[in-house]
């Protein structure tokens, strides 16, 4: 079966511009998570859908991100306008039946501000 | 607040040694499981071990097995006869209730 894959797996923007990260999960996998690492910190949480919808919002830095899976397939993750604190590896996963089941992630996208 | 620790941020072993990565976690909850997870330098991460909180046993995968000491909130890692193929950041994850926490992580180094 196909993994999670993420697209771009790098991105070099200027402070103020736009990104959209996108992720594809395993298929059938109705549980997908998007995490942040910083460098030299630990992986953050930042949401979790089930199918379509947010199940869980909470680790969202501020109203610059948004996130979307249209019809509980693929998701984007989109920082408008971007900040330097936003650099880091934004990493995206799927699961079947929540984080107690394996997650699957993929290869990360780094996303790089200047 | 949940919370993990990872209080070693970089190790070095032998190969064929054996050598373990050490995790706390703080939380109130009772039900929970806790994960090692393996990033290589190729970046997918993997999951090596679960463990589930109510389980008394310690789990094992090969030469992975954990050391979980519920009433400590301990739950360390050993690899056992490392080979250079184990180096990688490893990433110790609490999960209760959906929600995963992770600690900052710990780079291995396995020295020829």
């Known amino acids: 079966e196909a993994g999670v894959t993420q697209f771009p797996s790098h991105s070099v923007i200027e402070k103020g511009q736009t990104v959209t990260l996108r992720c594809d999960p395993i298929s059938g996998h109705d549980n997908l998570y998007w995490y942040r690492r910083v460098m030299g910190k630990e992986i953050k949480f930042l949401l979790h859908f089930v199918k379509e919808s947010k199940q869980d919002e909470s680790g969202m830095p501020n109203n610059r991100f948004l996130a979307e899976r249209t019809g509980g397939t693929y998701s984007t993750l989109k920082v408008q306008p971007a900040e330097l604190e936003d650099s880091g590896v934004y990493f995206c996963?799927?699961?079947?039946?929540?984080?107690?089941?394996?997650?699957?992630f993929g290869n990360g996208t780094r996303l790089t501000v200047t | 607040a949940q919370t993990v620790t990872q209080s070693q941020p970089e190790m070095s072993v032998q190969e064929a040694e054996t050598v373990t990565l050490s995790c706390t976690y703080d939380?109130?909850?009772?039900?929970?499981?806790l994960f090692w997870y393996k990033q290589p330098p190729s970046r997918q991460m993997i999951l090596v071990i679960r463990q589930e909180a109510y389980k008394q046993q310690n789990a094992t995968e090969n030469r992975f097995s954990v050391n979980f000491q519920k009433a400590a909130k301990s739950f360390s890692l050993k690899i056992s006869d490392s080979q250079l193929g184990d180096a990688a950041m490893y990433f110790c994850?609490?999960?209760?209730?959906?929600?995963?926490?992770f600690g900052k992580g710990t780079r291995l180094h396995i020295l020829p």
């Open positions: 994850a609490y999960i209760s209730k959906n929600k995963i926490i």
């Open positions: 939380t109130s909850e009772s039900d929970y499981y």
């Open positions: 996963a799927s699961s079947q039946t929540g984080p107690v089941s394996p997650l699957h």
